[in-house]
């Protein structure tokens, strides 16, 4: 069975600064995807960003980058330049390419102090 | 676009009492999702439909049941609420088939309390 483990349950960086994410995964499949969703307050799951197993380079969207090592089973989210709106509770999860789950890792609340 | 939405956003319930929970999305997805959240742990799959017309059970499906009653509208039921269904629950869509290229929207969840 597949699993996810989110290692941090809380995380703080100053606002400005960076702050990673660490997410690791277990699975014998070769076709995934994984995802890294955020959900502040307000309860909405937005999707921060993606990355298909398939690919070697790395997502990237504006500020948030990942670390993505296969062979490891390891994909960490990079916050760069954290802002204030940032702070919320971070959920990695992962995809097979076979089936309707998503699986979810119990999350990483990010604090922003200012 | 509204997008995915839920109701009602709360609800309370005694134990043994039932109710539906309400879930429509406007994206003319064909594969809808509910979920449930509970504390220290992320989201785990109750029922999935991936197409009108089709329900299937995901991790956690016992004390529930489904409906997808058209291709916007996908239904959650407890027939007889236990404390132990207290928990978030999310709605989800996704635009067709089981490939995680077909990224989940997210309704904004419904709090639930069974005393």
């Known amino acids: 069975a597949q699993t996810v483990t989110q290692s941090q349950p809380e995380m703080s960086v100053q606002e400005a600064e960076t702050v990673t994410l660490s997410c690791t995964y277990d699975?014998?499949?070769?076709?995934?995807?994984l995802f890294w969703y955020k959900q502040p307050p307000s309860r909405q799951m937005i999707l921060v960003i993606r990355?298909?197993?398939?690919k070697q380079q790395n997502a990237t969207e504006n500020r948030f980058s990942v670390n993505f090592q296969k062979a490891a089973k390891s994909f960490s989210l990079k916050i760069s330049d954290s802002q204030l709106g940032d702070a919320a509770m971070y959920f990695c999860?992962?995809?097979?390419?076979?089936?309707?789950?998503?699986?979810w890792g119990a999350g990483t609340k990010l604090i922003i102090k200012p | 676009n509204a997008g995915v939405t839920q109701t009602p956003k709360f609800q309370v319930l005694k134990t043994g009492q039932s109710m539906t929970l309400q879930c429509a999305q406007d994206?003319?997805?064909?594969?809808m999702y509910w979920y449930r959240q509970d504390p220290g742990m992320g989201l785990r799959l109750i029922y999935y439909?991936?197409?009108?017309?089709?329900?299937d059970k995901g991790e956690v499906p016992n004390g529930y049941n489904v409906s997808r009653l058209n291709k916007r509208e996908f239904s959650l039921r407890l027939e007889s609420a236990a404390p132990s269904q207290t928990s978030v629950y999310f709605c989800?869509?996704?635009?067709?088939?089981?490939?995680?290229?077909?990224?989940?929207?997210f309704g904004p969840g419904t709090r639930l309390t069974v005393l």
């Open positions: 990355q298909e197993a398939y």
């Open positions: 989800a869509s996704s635009e067709a088939g089981a490939s995680g290229r077909n990224e989940q929207f």
């Open positions: 999860a992962f995809h097979m390419d076979s089936n309707y789950q998503l699986i």
């Open positions: 699975t014998s499949e070769s076709d995934y995807y």
């Open positions: 994206m003319n997805h064909n594969s």
């Open positions: 439909s991936a197409s009108e017309g089709t329900t």
